[in-house]
């Protein structure tokens, strides 16, 4: 019989190079979910990806500092204890343009694939 429950004590730690710590508790790299996946990320200040249109929903909620989402040209700028859903297709630019590291959650729906992230220049 399938346990009921999984307890994360070890995340996956998604290896990156620009100093971004991604560090992902359910997902397709961790526990091959893919219904959904669940990440905690710090940011580094003035860091910034390439823009994007995932195929999957994305849920940020901002824990500590400032993050700056740019969705369809619109930008929109989340502090702590606020979050924001982008839905699939929407072509989005996530960012910390700050002096500060930004702590957050991402939850996306079905879960991060970064073959259906479609980052430009990929």
């Not at 961790?30 to 219904?35: G, V, Y």
């Not at 989340?78 to 590291?101: D, I, M, Q, W």
């Amino acid at each position: 019989m399938e346990p009921k429950y999984y307890k994360q004590t070890k995340p996956f730690r998604v290896p990156t190079m620009d100093n971004k710590l991604i560090e992902e508790h359910f997902g397709l790299a961790s526990t091959r979910t893919s219904a959904f996946s669940v990440a905690h990320m710090i940011a580094p200040p003035n860091w910034s990806e390439p823009h994007q249109k995932p195929a999957f929903d994305e849920i940020t909620i901002v824990i500590r500092g400032r993050k700056q989402i740019e969705v369809d040209g619109e930008v929109i700028e989340l502090a702590a204890g606020e979050t924001l859903l982008v839905k699939a297709g929407a072509r989005v630019k996530y960012s910390n343009p700050f002096n500060e590291e930004t702590e957050y959650w991402s939850l996306c729906v079905p879960a991060f694939d970064i073959n259906t992230v479609n980052r430009e220049g990929e």
